[in-house]
């Protein structure tokens, strides 16, 4: 491990587009270099928002040599907004003993639950002394900077058994993705559904049908200035209705139809010539993210049509074998998206509140699979025999 130096960059700009991808691939469309670059230099991951650049670099440094064997995201926050893993109790209990649970540390996709590699090794390289190592530079930096904990969001199973053996305690928690068990149409995904769920489905695709809405899909590439400007509206849309602004700005979006245009769909649903509403996917080699949606005006059964059932029809016609549409949503379960497990990681600085912590994710887990069992009873398919 002596030969391992971790430094910390403000910037992923100063890490560079060919070694993170290098390090990182570009198959997932929100850990590769153009997304998080895209959300740097558009202004909505810095230091103002609350998602401060702090980067980890790798390098394996001897006399003969010195190159970059890892790469992870890493960010200063200094709230819990866009995270989708919820740590406000955490928060609250910290702020009711006088002490400042910000800034802390956290690994993820900004504003992205999806999960994913979280650390990227060099092929060849041992994960093992790579991750020990980052650690120690964490808890480090954690201590010149007061950071209250680190937080590792959304990585893979493999990555998060990993992350628990180095020390962080796991939590776990349900989505709901929908799997594409080889159908030739939508017809045939609907044909191994119960009958009365097959007709609640039809029923809410003729209402949209019925109010003569149609859609389009449009590739990232396509994609032009002006839909780009009426998606915006659209998606800060779906926030305002909260009383909230939506995280990513018009910029964002524009930047990344210029940096990745190939990992973008959009499907717009229209109406007398006019885009009412509209869903931007992302996609990788064998999964389709929905992402983003809003609308102009609501429509009984819009929002299903056009991030469900048209993100299905999309996935079966491209031999997508997954659909993953987000955090949240029990009413995901009837339209055929099945219970998964996702993960986290987490080191609390402070040895009290992280064996109180430890207790309650303990507790939390057992819910968690009580619930996710719960809802798998629950999926319309028909019944095997």
């Known amino acids: 491990m002596k030969d391992l130096a971790v430094s910390f960059v403000e910037s992923i700009a100063d890490i560079g587009a060919d070694t993170w991808n290098a390090l990182a691939g570009t198959d997932n469309p929100f850990t590769r270099y153009e997304f998080l670059w895209s959300l740097e230099y558009t202004g909505c991951t810095t230091r103002k928002t609350g998602w401060q650049p702090h980067h980890v670099l790798v390098r394996r440094v001897t006399p003969s040599l010195d190159e970059p064997v890892a790469v992870m ?65 964490i808890l480090e930096r954690a201590d010149f900077v007061q950071a209250s904990s680190w937080h590792v969001l959304f990585p893979t199973e493999e990555q998060h058994t990993a992350f628990t053996g180095a020390g962080l305690l796991p939590r776990i928690a349900c989505q709901f993705h929908w799997y594409n068990r080889g159908y030739d149409s939508f ?7 119960s009958s009365r769920k097959r007709k609640n489905l039809n029923k809410e695709r003729s209402r949209v049908a019925e109010a003569g809405i149609t859609f389009r899909r449009v590739e990232g590439a396509d994609i032009s200035d002006t839909l780009w400007n009426e998606f915006y509206v659209f998606y800060q849309s ?45 996609k990788s080699g064998d999964t389709l993210y929905g992402r983003y949606w809003g609308s102009a005006q609501d429509y009984q059964f819009l929002h299903f049509e056009t991030c469900f059932y048209q993100g299905q029809d ?72």
């Open 314 to 385: 999309y996935a079966i016609e491209h031999g997508y074998r997954r659909i993953d549409p987000g955090a949240q949503g029990e009413h995901k379960i009837q339209r055929g998206f099945e219970p998964i497990l996702t993960y986290s990681n987490h080191w609390i600085a402070n040895p009290a509140f992280s064996d109180a912590i430890a207790d309650f994710l303990r507790e939390e887990a057992q819910h968690i699979k009580r619930y996710r069992e719960q809802a798998e009873s629950l999926l319309p398919y028909r019944k095997q025999t």
């Open 187 to 193: 017809a045939d995904f609907l044909a191994n559904l």
């Open 73 to 137: 995201p890493l960010y200063l926050k200094s709230n819990s907004w866009g995270e989708y893993v919820f740590d406000w109790s955490w928060a609250n209990a910290y702020e009711g003993h006088g002490l400042s649970y910000y800034p802390k540390f956290v690994t993820s996709a900004p504003f992205t639950p999806s999960y994913g590699k979280r650390l990227f090794i060099r092929d060849g390289e041992a994960q093992e002394p790579i991750l020990s190592r980052i650690k120690d530079a």
């Open 238 to 282: 779906t926030y305002m209705m909260r009383g909230m602004q939506g995280y990513l700005s018009r910029g964002f979006f524009k930047q990344l139809g210029s940096a990745m245009p190939e990992q973008l769909v959009m499907i717009c649903a229209e109406l007398e010539g006019n885009t009412i509403a509209a869903a931007l996917y992302f």
